[in-house]
């Protein structure tokens, strides 16, 4: 088994910044890719970055540019770092990671952009 824990949602201001973490545990040598997702009330859910074991990464047209997204290998943790945040970022972010057969989520973190 995989478990996902989330860290360091909150509330921002429109233009500012946070930084939220991704601690992965278990069976980690079946992950092939580890990533975000978000869900903005009344809507579904959706892409916003995601990592590859090779490090290659991938985004969301709506936040490139803007997101950045890092893996420690050491510390087993994937990292989303949100800057210029917008009202429109607000959401529920949820760690996903995907193996050949399985796809895991944590449980999420609230982030909300409000002046």
């Known amino acids: 088994q995989v478990q996902l824990v989330e860290s360091g949602g909150g509330l921002a201001q429109p233009g500012g910044s946070l930084r939220l973490s991704c601690r992965v545990s278990?069976?980690?040598?079946?992950?092939?890719?580890a990533g975000w997702y978000r869900q903005a009330p009344g809507k579904e859910r959706e892409f916003v970055a995601s990592i590859t074991s090779g490090y290659s990464t991938y985004y969301a047209d709506s936040v490139k540019g803007r997101f950045t997204i890092s893996r420690d290998h050491a510390k087993n943790t994937v990292y989303l770092q949100m800057n210029s945040l917008k009202p429109e970022d607000t959401a529920v972010y949820y760690c996903?990671?995907?193996?050949?057969?399985?796809?895991?989520w944590g449980q999420g973190t609230q982030v909300t952009v409000s002046s």
């Open positions: 278990g069976f980690i040598s079946v992950i092939n890719a």
């Open positions: 996903h990671a995907a193996s050949v057969r399985d796809t895991y």
